[in-house]
């Protein structure tokens, strides 16, 4: 029986549906690992050897590709990239070493609201009045996560939102980057700049990890590579607008991890805003699909 016209494109996006849900297990995954590692080893120290494991795991790609891949008329670019990605590395793990878990993970998905306004100062990108009532609910939901009482907002939850606001950065500079060099490009200097950027500051709080230490930061490095593969397949075999609402699966494993290994229960707050925010993040991505399949 052949095969009607739409049976690809349904399964393009059933393997990217698939491959989105994957993304988000092996992030909390590493999310976890690293919170409980946080307790008996430096954030910073963290971050650096997750730097270091994730090269590793790229450089077989990286060496396949030759030196080539560095050829660059944009170093600067480069520079401040990996710059705003230690920022956010950072920050998301010291807010992940002290806030609960499924807080965390809603919070960050206010990346892309923040890199659209970014996109806006920065590129001069115009929003319509649609997108504006969506950027606006999600800031709604934010407020509704960090508790209608501004008292409540602790240092942890402000290093989370300044994380998703540097990612944020970063993603402007992916995106300047991208019209002149490759992904593999891109990728191999983040890893390579990032490794000097976050060795200097581990320093600052430096304690030999122990054999077991050592392999669960392998562990977090391999996770944390895996899930931007898994997701940079997803966007690749199916439509932005049809796998990003999954992303909300996020919240869903990290509520599931903080209740079973930290006691970690949260609250309607959460669950409320956490939805708001992903809602208006995945109405901003169909309405760009729309809008780019009407032109």
Same mark, same amino acid.
């Given at each position: 029986?052949? /095969?009607?016209?739409?049976?690809?494109? /349904?399964?393009?996006?059933?393997?990217?549906?698939?491959?989105? &849900?994957?993304?988000?297990?092996?992030?909390?995954?590493?999310?976890?690992?690293?919170?409980?590692?946080?307790?008996?080893?430096?954030?910073?120290?963290?971050?650096?050897?997750?730097? &270091?494991?994730?090269?590793?795991?790229?450089?077989?790609?990286?060496?396949?590709?030759?030196?080539?891949?560095?050829?660059?008329?944009?170093?600067?670019?480069?520079?401040?990239?990996?710059?705003?990605? +230690?920022?956010?590395?950072?920050?998301?793990?010291?807010?992940?070493?002290?806030?609960?878990?499924?807080?965390?993970?809603?919070?960050?998905?206010?990346?892309?609201?923040?890199?659209?306004?970014?996109?806006?100062?920065?590129?001069?990108?115009?929003?319509?009045?649609?997108?504006?009532?969506?950027?606006?609910?999600?800031?709604?939901?934010?407020?509704?996560?960090?508790?209608?009482?501004?008292?409540?907002?602790?240092?942890?939850?402000?290093?989370?939102?300044?994380?998703?606001?540097?990612?944020?950065?970063?993603?402007?500079?992916?995106?300047?980057?991208?019209?002149?060099? +490759?992904?593999?490009?891109?990728?191999?200097?983040?890893?390579?700049?990032?490794?000097?950027?976050?060795?200097?500051?581990?320093?600052?709080?430096? +304690?030999?990890?122990?054999?077991?230490?050592?392999?669960?930061? &392998?562990?977090?490095?391999?996770?944390?590579?895996?899930?931007?593969?898994?997701?940079?397949?997803?966007?690749?075999?199916?439509?932005?607008? &049809?796998?990003?609402?999954?992303?909300?699966?996020?919240?869903?494993?990290?509520?599931?991890?903080?209740?079973?290994?930290?006691?970690?229960?949260?609250?309607?707050?959460?669950?409320?805003?956490?939805?708001?925010?992903?809602?208006?993040?995945?109405?901003?991505?169909?309405?760009?699909?729309?809008?780019?399949?009407?032109?």
């Amino acid at each position: 029986m052949p /095969l009607s016209p739409r049976t690809p494109r /349904l399964s393009g996006s059933l393997i990217g549906i698939g491959l989105m &849900v994957a993304a988000t297990v092996t992030m909390i995954v590493q999310h976890s690992m690293a919170k409980l590692l946080a307790a008996d080893l430096s954030v910073l120290e963290i971050v650096f050897f997750r730097t &270091v494991a994730a090269l590793l795991f790229f450089m077989p790609w990286m060496l396949r590709s030759g030196l080539t891949i560095f050829r660059t008329e944009r170093l600067g670019l480069h520079v401040i990239r990996a710059f705003f990605q +230690t920022i956010s590395a950072f920050g998301f793990f010291l807010g992940l070493a002290i806030v609960p878990l499924a807080t965390v993970t809603a919070l960050h998905f206010t990346t892309p609201i923040f890199a659209i306004l970014i996109g806006i100062v920065v590129l001069g990108e115009r929003v319509s009045v649609r997108r504006w009532s969506a950027i606006l609910a999600g800031f709604v939901g934010t407020l509704i996560i960090l508790r209608p009482d501004a008292a409540a907002i602790g240092h942890g939850e402000l290093f989370v939102l300044g994380s998703a606001l540097a990612w944020a950065a970063a993603i402007i500079v992916i995106k300047v980057l991208s019209r002149t060099d +490759t992904s593999i490009t891109i990728t191999a200097y983040m890893y390579l700049l990032m490794t000097p950027i976050t060795l200097v500051a581990a320093l600052f709080d430096w +304690t030999w990890p122990t054999a077991t230490q050592y392999a669960w930061l &392998v562990a977090i490095g391999i996770t944390g590579a895996l899930g931007h593969v898994f997701m940079a397949e997803a966007l690749k075999r199916a439509p932005t607008h &049809v796998v990003t609402p999954f992303d909300f699966f996020r919240l869903v494993w990290a509520t599931i991890v903080g209740i079973w290994l930290f006691s970690e229960t949260p609250d309607a707050y959460v669950w409320i805003g956490g939805a708001i925010v992903i809602a208006s993040v995945s109405y901003i991505v169909w309405r760009e699909h729309r809008i780019a399949t009407q032109k």
